[in-house]
């Protein structure tokens, strides 16, 4: 039904002509640089290794009844909190200083172009990429170079708007928010925190299955070149055929994997034990 109406009304004379002005994507300014660096391959597959932890510790804070390890902090024996909130921050920690890094390298290497809306003519080419997706006449397209509006978009989303709200509605709720600062804690209330840091990782569920989705539907071999083996082309049919992104995206897919299996409180607590005490009670 989405499929007939789209297909319709880009048919319509009016819309055509919008999709001809507007075909998806526009042009990035002058200097923007070309393919990734590998940095920009590592960063990116830190993030999914550390987002895929800090989703499970966060879904376990949420869901677990009774936790059945605490950690206490060695520096401050009145605080107690769950292994799995433990965890939950510690990763934090490292997803946040791994994000620090990628926004700083993106700014000195010029790659923020690609991320960062540079024209309001991102908005009509989002809404015309929209229509080609649902239509399921594609836009042929191709990240090495440029990404469509609509990537544009949520990738800033992403990087620029939902990740800084995880972070400052998840500190709110941490052990180093000062609770004695009363000003502050009328002006922010930990209540908002906790009413806005869930939906944020619901929109991280979905963006993860739409993108995931989208990147092996369009182009998978091609695409795992670009964001994991740093390979790819102006072109875009050169790299269709080369497999060196796909065995290193497999090989990033068992280390995921081992990470999630090993994210137990048997493994855990040896760990947290060297910053602090871990106790069943
Ligand atoms: C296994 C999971 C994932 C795979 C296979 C994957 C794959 C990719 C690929 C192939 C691209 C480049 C797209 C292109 O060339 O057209 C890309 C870009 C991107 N991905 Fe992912 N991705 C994954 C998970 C994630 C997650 C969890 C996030 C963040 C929540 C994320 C955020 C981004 C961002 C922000 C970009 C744009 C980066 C830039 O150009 O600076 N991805 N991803
Ligand atoms: C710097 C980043 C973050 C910090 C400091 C942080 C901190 C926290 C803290 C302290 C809690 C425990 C709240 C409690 O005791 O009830 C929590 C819960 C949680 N976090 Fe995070 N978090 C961060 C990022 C994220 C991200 C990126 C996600 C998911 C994409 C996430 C998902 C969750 C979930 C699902 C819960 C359970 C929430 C609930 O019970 O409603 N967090 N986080």
Redesign the pocket.
């Known amino acids: 039904m989405v499929v007939l109406f789209t297909r319709w009304l880009v048919s319509v004379p009016f819309m055509r002509d919008f999709l001809a002005t507007y075909p998806g994507e526009y042009e990035l300014p002058e200097g923007a640089p070309i393919g990734?660096p590998a940095w920009?391959n590592w960063q990116?597959f830190l993030?999914?290794f550390l987002?895929v932890l800090i989703i499970r510790s966060g879904l376990e804070v949420r869901f677990q009844k009774r936790p059945n390890a605490f950690w206490t902090p060695r520096w401050n024996k009145e605080r107690k909190i769950s292994l799995a909130v433990w965890f939950h921050q510690s990763i934090d920690v490292l997803w946040l200083v791994n994000g620090v890094i990628f926004v700083f390298l993106?700014f000195v290497s010029g790659?923020w172009m690609?991320?960062v809306p540079t024209s309001w003519e991102v908005f009509p080419n989002a809404l015309s990429a929209v229509l080609q997706y649902l239509s399921l006449d594609w836009p042929i397209e191709n990240?090495?170079v440029n990404?469509n509006s609509i990537?544009q978009l949520t990738?800033f989303l992403?990087?620029f708007v939902a990740s800084p709200l995880a972070a400052a509605t998840g500190v709110r709720m941490s052990g180093i928010w000062p609770t004695n600062a009363q000003r502050l804690n009328v002006l922010y209330p930990i209540e908002w925190a906790r009413a806005v840091h869930f939906p944020t990782m619901v929109f991280?569920v979905l963006?993860?299955a739409v993108?995931?989705t989208l990147?092996i539907a369009t182009g998978a071999l091609r695409?795992?070149n670009?964001?994991y083996a740093a390979q790819g082309s102006t072109d875009p049919l050169a790299l269709a055929e080369n497999w060196t992104g796909f065995w290193i995206?497999s090989a990033s897919?068992l280390l995921i994997v081992a990470a999630w299996v090993a994210a137990r409180p048997l493994l855990l607590a040896p760990i947290a034990r060297l910053f602090g005490s871990v106790s069943s009670r």
């Open positions: 990734f920009l990116h993030n999914v987002l993106l790659q690609r991320i990240g090495w990404y990537q990738y992403v990087v991280f963006f993860i993108h995931v990147v695409n795992l670009h964001m995206f897919l």
